[in-house]
């Protein structure tokens, strides 16, 4: 990296700060508005609502960054060509993808540190601001304390059904436990009972009147409940459905191949997965784009970057929010609802870069 990489990309850099504190302050308002309400009638207070823009961060750094990276691209090169440096370095026989090197690998490492958030950080914190505002706003625990008809998986091979549970009694009644072959190719065990008690110390049932069923052997039996091992928190078992914006990607995944097998609808976790993905490489496709746009100087300086980013960032989210819809009616195919719109705005990048070099 020679003096003049170092020029452009310390400019770079100070101009994505300045775009991305922006629109995280735009956004962090837009959440901060919800919030004076709830402090000013009661239902929260100081520390509860610090906590829940803690963990409003990582969404919303997550929706920012293709925004910051765009207005940052536009401000950094439009002040380079409004000083005619951009003119300056072609005419010393710079390229244009030469100057754009190191802002695009910066971009390309912005994009990497979203995937990070999109793929660990994002569903764990959903969940916590989610169960806050429960706990919080809607006066109620995120877990329930009595459900009816549970269905839940308990581990790679372990499927549980009960018609009731109730977690201030610690009880369940008319019980179904399925054990599966290896990849739930088939059920190997099926264990019934009328009623259960969990220990809450060590998270472990016991039955009554345990009977085995042996698929192998259409056999049932009657089972001796201490030397049956059963392990599973009350609160996995009256769990709610997770909505996909809060389970990590691993999650997201695991629930896709589980649900697959079982026959259970996965469409909208796997738009969510795919979309995490897409919209991680946004902030590289933006990065195009706003180099781009940015090399010729116009006249209006920072409003005009500001108002473009603003029309280009927000016509490519309202692109994939229509086609995210579409999916989920089952209009679009879900890798086409996904990735168009990063395809779309890749090839306009790629066209606009390829003219900025002239």
């Not at 999109?118 to 764990?124: A, E, F, Q, R, S």
């Amino acid at each position: 990296m020679n003096k003049l990489d170092k020029y452009i990309i310390i400019n770079y850099v100070k101009s994505f700060i300045l775009g991305m504190m922006m629109f995280f302050l735009i956004f962090l308002l837009a959440e901060s508005i919800s919030l004076t309400g709830w402090l000013m009638d009661g239902k929260m207070k100081g520390g509860d609502a610090i906590r829940y823009l803690r963990y409003g961060v990582p969404e919303i750094i997550t929706n920012t960054a293709p925004l910051g990276v765009l207005l940052g691209s536009l401000l950094c090169i439009s002040k380079m060509a409004k000083q005619l440096e951009i003119a300056a370095m072609k005419t010393s026989g710079i390229s244009f993808a030469r100057i754009a090197l190191f802002p695009m690998i910066f971009s390309f490492l912005v994009s990497l540190g979203v995937f990070y958030l999109n793929y660990d950080v994002l569903g764990k914190s959903n969940t916590k601001k989610e169960n806050l505002k429960s706990l919080k706003i809607d006066n109620k625990e995120p877990v329930k304390s009595e459900k009816k008809f549970i269905f839940v998986k308990i581990n790679k091979s372990t499927v549980l059904f009960s018609e009731h549970a109730n977690k201030n009694t610690g009880t369940m009644e008319f019980i179904q436990i399925l054990k599966f072959e290896k990849g739930f190719s088939q059920i190997k065990k099926i264990y019934t009972s009328p009623s259960a008690k969990i220990n809450p110390k060590t998270n472990q049932w016991t039955f009554t009147d345990l009977k085995e069923y042996d698929s192998k052997t259409n056999v049932t039996k009657q089972i001796d409940t201490k030397n049956f091992k059963f392990i599973a928190s009350m609160d996995n078992i009256l769990a709610s459905p997770v909505k996909a914006k809060n389970l990590t990607m691993p999650e997201l995944r695991e629930k896709v191949v589980y649900f697959t097998r079982v026959g259970a609808d996965s469409l909208n976790l796997r738009i969510e997965f795919y979309y995490r993905i897409s919209f991680a490489l946004a902030s590289f496709v933006m990065c195009l784009i706003g180099l781009s746009l940015g090399s010729r100087y116009v006249r209006g300086g920072a409003a005009v970057n500001i108002g473009l980013s603003v029309i280009i960032g927000y016509a490519y989210y309202g692109v994939s929010t229509i086609l995210r819809s579409m999916a989920v009616s089952g209009a679009v195919p879900i890798y086409a609802a996904c990735f168009i719109p990063l395809l779309i705005f890749l090839v306009v990048g790629i066209k606009l870069f390829k003219d900025s070099e002239y």
